[in-house]
């Protein structure tokens, strides 16, 4: 794409995607406050969730007002203003500009804003800490002590684990009450991932109950052993172990267990990497693409992904989440702000590729893409700035500062990246002719870390299908994927050489 004029340039960057379709109402978001909780309304129109200015006024005592003759909404809050433009995905702080997922849209008569908002620009002026935490469906006011708990759980013969990732870390007792073990956590909420599948015999449940994780154990369970394992300054983790009696039969239909196995230590975290975030690709409402036997992308995606996360913790010892641990719709914007949130220090999103030719086979790579147009904007945006509607009237300049660029001051790690993963899929898989690429991809435009996106293979291809559905060649993609990462951060920086695509797929 080429524009005529930088100024072309900077709107089409900056104007936010047309909101269309019904709004419905969302699962509301859930306020945590000293004051207890209560829910935030919210709706979305197509992609966007959105939620009332109105409502912003009543739960945060914001004061909301319209300036039609600016085109533009104020929002103040004890002598500081915010300023969204009615025309632009775009709020004006002192004079500092932030971006915004869609401009403010008008629904039954009310004026109504991202839900992003509330994290990029309300805590920016609010006198207490404010954070969102979209995927868990929490905003969090004030010094709460919401740690985020992702747990864990496999098994290896007469033994089964339990592993809790904490972050921060929080003071805890680990304790047995009859048929549970509970995890207690000196904390006001937990923001808690659960593991999908849980073992019949080990482990029959895992659930929260307020600020505890309970862990109801099965019937081979006779005793088990807790221990905190250092897993970087930001992130603690608790390692449960739970173990049979010696001398227990196979129950039905189940084989015989193996010998007790000893626990030993999770390795220690690598220096200078402590989350990773696997974005296993598509989900839920969105199969992807699909092969002639069958096999769906959003399938193999997430069954590779587990592998992937398995042999990072065992290789790095780092934190490792998935965007998604089960079949669910997951936006794009959300994954990125996924791996934000939990300051991940790589982000890796898997794929499957489909094409016209079933010829085309081989994995490849990309790293997001900034051609010449992005590149004019980008300029635009720091040497000139933009024009924002003035309370009362008329515009003033402002620097830019784009959410939407926040992969732009990473891609010379995300190429590293992808160096070293098409490095080590090449000695494991077959790989396409064009093995290394750039593209603007959505899911890695926001992504703060170093960002990059693989496809695995070509389910049109019917040989590769068979491939890609099979456990074995499943775990070689994740282990050369998993050396891959381990070499980008053991390795000194350097420059590869990459080839550039004509656009996204």
Same mark, same amino acid.
């Given at each position: 794409?080429?524009?005529?004029?930088?100024?072309?340039?900077?709107?089409?960057?900056?104007?936010?995607?047309?909101?269309?379709?019904?709004?419905?109402?969302?699962?509301?978001?859930?306020?945590?406050?000293?004051?207890?909780?209560?829910?935030?309304?919210?709706?979305?129109?197509?992609?966007?969730?959105?939620?009332?200015?109105?409502?912003?006024?009543?739960?945060?005592?914001?004061?909301?007002?319209?300036?039609?003759?600016?085109?533009?909404?104020?929002?103040?809050?004890?002598?500081?203003?915010?300023?969204?433009?009615?025309?632009?995905?775009?709020?004006? +702080?002192?004079?500092?500009?932030?971006?915004?997922?869609?401009? &403010?849209?008008?629904?039954?008569?009310?004026?109504?804003?991202?839900?992003?908002? +509330?994290?990029?620009?309300?805590?920016?002026?609010?006198?207490?800490?404010?954070?969102?935490?979209?995927?868990?469906?929490?905003?969090?006011?004030?010094?709460?002590?919401?740690?985020?708990?992702?747990?864990?759980?496999?098994?290896?013969?007469?033994?089964?684990?339990?592993?809790?990732?904490?972050? &921060?870390?929080?003071?805890?007792?680990?304790?047995?009450?009859?048929?549970?073990?509970?995890?207690?956590?000196?904390?006001?909420?937990?923001?808690?991932?659960?593991?999908?599948?849980?073992?019949?015999?080990?482990?029959? @449940?895992?659930?929260?109950?307020?600020?505890?994780?309970?862990?109801?154990?099965?019937?081979?369970?006779?005793?088990?052993?807790?221990?905190?394992?250092?897993?970087?300054?930001?992130?603690?983790?608790?390692?449960?172990?739970?173990?049979? /009696?010696?001398?227990?039969?196979?129950?039905?239909?189940?084989?015989?267990?193996?010998?007790?196995?000893?626990?030993?230590?999770?390795?220690?975290?690598?220096?200078?990497?402590?989350?990773?975030?696997?974005?296993?690709?598509?989900?839920?409402?969105?199969?992807?693409?699909?092969?002639?036997?069958?096999?769906?992308?959003?399938?193999?995606?997430?069954?590779?992904?587990?592998?992937?996360?398995?042999?990072?913790?065992?290789?790095?010892?780092?934190?490792?989440?998935?965007?998604?641990?089960?079949?669910?719709?997951?936006?794009?914007?959300?994954?990125?702000?996924?791996?934000?949130? @939990?300051?991940?220090?790589?982000?890796?999103?898997?794929?499957?590729?489909?094409?016209?030719?079933?010829?085309?086979?081989?994995?490849?790579?990309?790293?997001?893409?900034?051609?010449?147009?992005?590149?004019?904007?980008?300029?635009?945006?720091?040497?000139?700035?933009?024009?924002?509607?003035?309370?009362?009237?008329?515009?003033?300049? +402002?620097?830019?500062?784009?959410?939407?660029?926040?992969?732009?001051?990473?891609?010379?790690?995300?190429?590293?990246?992808?160096?070293? +993963?098409?490095?080590?899929?090449?000695?494991?898989?077959?790989?396409? &002719?064009?093995?290394?690429?750039?593209?603007?991809?959505?899911?890695?435009?926001?992504? @703060?870390?170093?960002?990059?996106?693989?496809?695995?293979?070509?389910?049109? @291809?019917?040989?590769?299908?068979?491939?890609?559905?099979?456990?074995?060649?499943?775990?070689?993609?994740?282990?050369?994927?998993?050396?891959?990462?381990?070499?980008?951060? /053991?390795?000194?920086?350097?420059?590869?050489?990459?080839?550039?695509?004509?656009? &996204?797929?």
């Amino acid at each position: 794409m080429r524009f005529a004029s930088r100024a072309a340039a900077l709107t089409v960057v900056l104007l936010a995607a047309t909101l269309s379709g019904k709004a419905a109402p969302a699962t509301p978001l859930r306020l945590v406050s000293a004051d207890g909780t209560r829910p935030i309304p919210t709706v979305v129109v197509g992609d966007t969730e959105l939620v009332s200015v109105d409502d912003l006024a009543a739960i945060f005592g914001v004061l909301v007002r319209e300036d039609a003759l600016a085109r533009a909404i104020t929002v103040a809050y004890k002598g500081r203003t915010i300023v969204v433009s009615q025309d632009q995905a775009l709020a004006s +702080i002192a004079g500092r500009l932030v971006s915004l997922p869609a401009a &403010p849209a008008r629904i039954g008569g009310r004026w109504h804003l991202p839900v992003e908002f +509330i994290g990029r620009a309300l805590s920016v002026i609010y006198d207490v800490p404010l954070e969102l935490r979209k995927a868990s469906r929490l905003v969090i006011r004030g010094r709460m002590r919401v740690p985020r708990v992702v747990v864990r759980h496999e098994v290896a013969g007469n033994q089964a684990r339990v592993t809790l990732d904490v972050a &921060p870390p929080t003071p805890h007792q680990v304790s047995q009450d009859g048929s549970r073990l509970l995890v207690r956590f000196d904390a006001d909420l937990l923001d808690a991932t659960l593991p999908g599948a849980q073992s019949q015999w080990f482990v029959q @449940n895992i659930s929260v109950e307020q600020t505890t994780v309970v862990v109801d154990v099965g019937p081979r369970f006779a005793s088990f052993r807790a221990s905190d394992v250092s897993a970087g300054a930001d992130t603690s983790r608790i390692v449960v172990d739970l173990f049979a /009696a010696a001398d227990q039969t196979a129950m039905p239909g189940v084989p015989a267990p193996a010998p007790a196995l000893e626990a030993t230590p999770l390795p220690l975290p690598t220096p200078g990497v402590r989350t990773i975030v696997i974005d296993p690709g598509h989900g839920g409402d969105e199969d992807g693409a699909k092969g002639a036997r069958g096999t769906l992308e959003k399938t193999l995606t997430l069954s590779v992904a587990r592998r992937l996360k398995s042999g990072l913790e065992a290789r790095l010892g780092a934190r490792v989440l998935l965007t998604r641990e089960d079949d669910r719709t997951l936006p794009l914007d959300e994954r990125a702000a996924f791996a934000n949130n @939990n300051k991940a220090d790589v982000f890796v999103s898997l794929h499957a590729n489909a094409s016209l030719r079933h010829t085309a086979t081989g994995a490849e790579v990309f790293y997001l893409s900034l051609d010449r147009a992005d590149e004019q904007a980008r300029l635009v945006a720091e040497s000139e700035g933009v024009a924002m509607p003035v309370f009362g009237g008329g515009t003033r300049e +402002i620097d830019v500062i784009l959410w939407e660029m926040a992969q732009t001051r990473h891609l010379a790690q995300s190429a590293e990246l992808a160096t070293a +993963i098409e490095g080590q899929l090449r000695t494991s898989v077959p790989m396409s &002719p064009r093995p290394i690429q750039q593209a603007p991809f959505r899911v890695l435009v926001g992504a @703060n870390m170093p960002a990059v996106l693989v496809e695995l293979g070509y389910l049109t @291809n019917a040989e590769q299908e068979s491939a890609l559905a099979a456990g074995p060649f499943q775990t070689r993609l994740a282990r050369a994927i998993t050396e891959a990462v381990a070499r980008f951060f /053991a390795a000194p920086p350097a420059t590869p050489a990459v080839a550039t695509s004509g656009g &996204p797929q």
